[in-house]
């Protein structure tokens, strides 16, 4: 055969080839297992999942993730309890209530540490730190058993010696009505996470006398843990190589946000943040973001648990099952 002919036998293969590639690449994605992850609407979570995602981190690990956000945090407990979804995020406290209650759930793999946690006070407020909170009117976003909430009256209790729920002067209200709150006089002060609190701190009009989480880990040495991802046992038993290939995807989605801050851009752009307030995000969230997961890290949570069982009501955290937390799935 001339040259001619091998030109053209190899151009008339090469549209052959290109569709055997594109066939078998589609025969390895129908071939990865589906992880239905349950996240809060318009989480910061949401932004390393659709990373993951957008980036494909997580068919690189024979995974296929389908995101689905909740517009509350009941909405989502129940999925997670109830399986509508195989993987979960939310406060570590509560997925070791539900393990205690008899719920078929644990924590594999930590989130945020809370660092994006602060108490914050209109800023010509003569409220300057921790311990002038006492006696005053605080509220929370998180609820009487949320994990943000407990940290509060732990730090407050331990470390400045008063607790605002026995006091009186602790309440629970929605995030978004915290400033309005603080503008009207009817709080003192409030405890917000991001992106919410970013945007209060970059207005200008109100600041932070306290940050949760570098407050207890300057005080116990410990990282604290706020946000956790959970699975159920029936999906762990069945998909052990699947929530393994999804904690390495994490874990690459991760590195990518904090390597990649425009990531954040269009999140805070629809926030309404000045470019300033954008990069503040970028720096508060990639801070925030913990991947090491070992029982030195879990003996941490331990010691916190029961610093919270002696300040919170009877039946919170009575028990602290071991099988509550895993590391099997750690990549």
Not at 264 to 291: C, P
Not at 292 to 308: P, S
């Amino acid at each position: 055969m001339n040259v001619q002919g091998l030109m053209k036998k190899s151009l008339l293969g090469a549209p052959l080839l290109v569709v055997t590639l594109c066939a078998l690449a589609l025969s390895a994605r129908a071939a990865d297992t589906e992880i239905r992850i349950g996240d809060m609407a318009q989480s910061l979570n949401g932004i390393a999942s659709h990373v993951m995602i957008d980036q494909e981190f997580d068919h690189k690990y024979g995974v296929d993730l389908k995101y689905q956000g909740y517009p509350t945090l009941d909405g989502l407990f129940n999925a997670i309890r109830g399986k509508q979804v195989d993987v979960g995020f939310g406060g570590w406290t509560g997925f070791a209530q539900f393990r205690a209650q008899g719920f078929p759930v644990f924590n594999i793999f930590p989130v945020g540490r809370g660092t994006s946690l602060d108490v914050l006070v209109p800023a010509d407020s003569d409220i300057q730190t921790l311990e002038d909170l006492k006696g005053k009117r605080v509220a929370s976003y998180a609820g009487a058993a949320g994990t943000a909430t407990v940290l509060l009256r732990v730090v407050l209790n331990d470390f400045y010696e008063f607790d605002p729920a026995k006091d009186g002067n602790l309440q629970y209200v929605g995030p978004g009505i915290i400033p309005t709150l603080l503008d009207s006089g009817d709080i003192e002060a409030g405890l917000l996470f991001d992106p919410l609190a970013t945007k209060a701190i970059a207005s200008g009009k109100y600041r932070s006398i306290g940050n949760l989480g570098d407050i207890y880990k300057e005080k116990t040495g410990d990282d604290f843990l706020w946000i956790s991802l959970a699975t159920n046992d029936e999906f762990a038993e069945a998909h052990p190589e699947a929530l393994a290939g999804f904690l390495k995807g994490w874990v690459e989605a991760v590195d990518y946000v904090k390597s990649h801050p425009k990531v954040f851009q269009a999140y805070g752009e629809k926030l309404g943040l000045d470019q300033a307030g954008i990069d503040m995000l970028a720096e508060r969230v990639t801070r925030d973001y913990a991947t090491t997961w070992n029982d030195k890290y879990i003996d941490g949570l331990k010691a916190f648990a029961e610093r919270a069982n002696r300040v919170m009501d009877k039946g919170y955290l009575d028990e602290l099952p071991d099988d509550a937390f895993s590391t099997r799935f750690v990549p």
